[in-house]
């Protein structure tokens, strides 16, 4: 039989693509440019069971997600930067306190209300260190109509799989626009769920480290009891200031993140095995570069393209590699340098980084990037 | 085609322009078999304001989603046929409603002019849908999906009720294109 096919906004594929993977729980409050994916989730998720509550704003709405996925739901909500702004507080909790959930923040102009309708790219750091305290982070920056739909998917792979929060971020451009899209039939792509407690609900522990560095999350509202908490915590989930665990703890949930970076970290690599001026781009802004490679090779230039599609954690060793490889890296963004800085810091001076940078709410044009090819090359 | 084919349907917010460009493209990537891709901008108005909606068609994978030169421009106000011209391509075409574009911007591609809005409003009956009379004066000109395949796309669309209305804008609005090309 034929695939489904149709043709669909990059935020109605992510929303597709929460259901795809099982998301039953939406809770949010809308705001440009991510509205049409609480839109599709308000719609879709009453017909299957689930349950999509319209908060009285952002920070309870993060609560809301937050309440569902510990009751054993896989939850969604989607935002835009001053909402994601709001969030932080939660986001914070559900790192602490290892709670599975999925963050669309589709980026626009900022700070504060900024650009509502324009592009941007410059939520990638609020993604990290948006919330205060240490803290692993994960962010998707998918740059096709496709992609958001599949990484959509991988989010709450991750999110379940590594008991903590992880983002998706689109820019505007991504969110936006149109693209035929191929729906997986069930079963094709990967859908991974969280593990259940092996032991009596007398036994269990919600963050018993004797299962690893995951330990096993049980479901609010069965046999199960636990406490939560924001604080510092033991393995009974009581709060604790043991300096030690404390220590050992904070360490452990970053390395949830850091002894599985070949699980999470993904990319691309276009025309790179020649290339002697490397771009690096994520999003939209990829798109505008891989055209601009193929017009530099037109023009006898050896371009390539690294493209980030995770873009926390950041792929440290790929870029690292990169510097020492390529005469030069060009890394085109629409915000003022965060991508930019973070090349910088794995090139570790091995290469020059030069920015391109747009906050004016139009995307980077492939014209803009080609010129600074030829100018660098 | 193996070549880019870039179009932009320009006007005000709330005269349904991105809902053509929407159409067009799924008519190039549903029924053609194109790859296509639909991209918008607008204000943050709900009415009013300049908006704009990109279609890009293509034999080959899109990269970029939005217009580098455009091959094909519609204006249905003044200020979009002023704000949205400059990159029109030498040869290229522009169709601008005639009663409201009284300014036609300079340079070397054709223009065509036609009242659209007055055409929905006066010979379709709805002034609704002046965006599928501009759909269907657009399809005539570019060429680049077929006529057929942009009729599915915009019954496709629209409720059952207003079937009829929108296939005599889709048609009024490609017969038009073709007189006034002429």
């Given amino acids: 039989m034929a695939k489904k096919v149709a043709f669909l906004q990059g935020n109605e594929a992510a929303a597709q693509g929460a259901l795809y993977a099982g998301c039953t729980f939406f809770g949010g409050y809308p705001i440009t440019p991510s509205t049409e994916v609480a839109e599709v989730m308000s719609n879709e998720l009453p017909k299957i069971g689930g349950k999509f509550i319209q908060m009285e704003d952002e920070i309870g709405a993060m609560a809301s997600v937050i309440g569902a996925s510990l009751t054993g739901a896989k939850v969604l909500t989607a935002t835009s930067g001053p909402g994601l702004s709001l969030k932080q507080e939660l986001i914070g909790y559900a790192c602490i306190a290892e709670t599975p959930c999925v963050i669309v923040n589709v980026m626009r102009g900022g700070p504060s209300t900024g650009m509502p309708t324009g592009p941007s790219q410059s939520d990638v750091m609020c993604a990290k260190w948006g919330t205060h305290g240490d803290h692993a982070a994960i962010c998707l920056t998918p740059a096709s109509v496709q992609e958001l739909f599949e990484e959509t998917v991988r989010a709450f792979n991750l999110a379940e799989k590594y008991r ?7 820019d505007e451009i991504v969110a936006h626009m149109r693209e035929r899209i191929v729906f997986p039939e069930p079963g094709e792509l990967e859908v991974v769920n969280r593990t259940a407690p092996s032991v009596s609900p007398a036994e269990y522990k919600p963050y018993d480290t004797s299962f690893g560095d995951v330990p096993p ?4 509202g069965t046999e199960y009891r636990f406490h939560v908490t924001g604080l510092n915590k033991g393995q009974d989930g009581f709060p604790t200031t043991k300096a030690a665990w404390v220590q050992a703890e904070e360490e452990r949930q970053i390395r949830k993140v850091d002894a599985n970076l070949d699980d999470i970290v993904t990319f691309e690599e276009y025309e790179l095995a020649d290339a002697d001026v490397a771009i690096v781009a994520f999003g939209s802004t990829s798109r505008s570069a891989r055209f601009a490679v193929n017009e530099a090779r037109k023009q006898g230039i050896k371009a390539g393209l690294f493209r980030i599609k995770t873009f926390w954690p950041f792929p440290d060793k790929q870029i690292a590699a990169l510097a020492g490889k390529v005469k030069r890296i060009i890394t085109p963004e629409m915000n003022l340098g965060m ?8 090139a570790e001076g091995k290469t ?5 940078f747009r906050v004016d709410g139009e995307p980077i044009n492939p014209g803009q990037i080609l010129e600074k090819i030829k100018e660098v090359k | 085609m193996s070549q880019r084919y870039e179009i932009r ?10 809902l053509a460009g929407v159409i067009m493209a799924e008519a190039a990537s549903i029924y053609d078999g194109k790859q296509a891709v639909q991209s918008q901008s607008y204000g943050p108005e709900a009415r009013g304001g300049a908006s704009k909606s990109e279609v890009i068609v ?4 899109i990269d970029y989603p939005k217009a580098t030169v455009v091959d094909a421009l519609l204006a249905l106000t003044q200020e979009a046929a002023d704000k949205y011209s400059h990159d029109l391509k030498e040869g290229g075409v522009l169709l601008i409603d005639s009663d409201l574009v009284k300014n036609v911007p300079p340079g070397k591609f054709k223009t065509v002019a036609f009242p659209i809005i007055n055409t929905a409003k006066n010979e379709v009956g709805r002034e609704i849908v002046a965006n599928i009379v501009a759909l269907g004066a657009m399809v005539a000109l570019t060429g680049v999906v077929t006529k057929e395949s942009a009729e599915k796309a915009v019954l496709a669309r629209v409720p059952e009720a207003f079937l009829e209305l929108n296939k005599k804008a889709f048609n009024m609005g490609y017969d038009k294109a073709v007189a006034a090309k002429a």
């Fill in chain 1, 217 to 220: 999350l049980a479901a609010f």
């Fill in chain 2, 58 to 61: 293509s034999d080959d994978f």
């Fill in chain 2, 9 to 18: 349907f320009s006007g005000a917010g709330g005269q349904g322009l991105i």
């Fill in chain 1, 164 to 170: 903590m929060p992880v983002m998706v971020m689109p």
């Fill in chain 1, 352 to 356: 020059e980084v030069v920015g391109i």
């Fill in chain 1, 339 to 346: 991508c930019t800085g973070e090349v910088k810091r794995c």
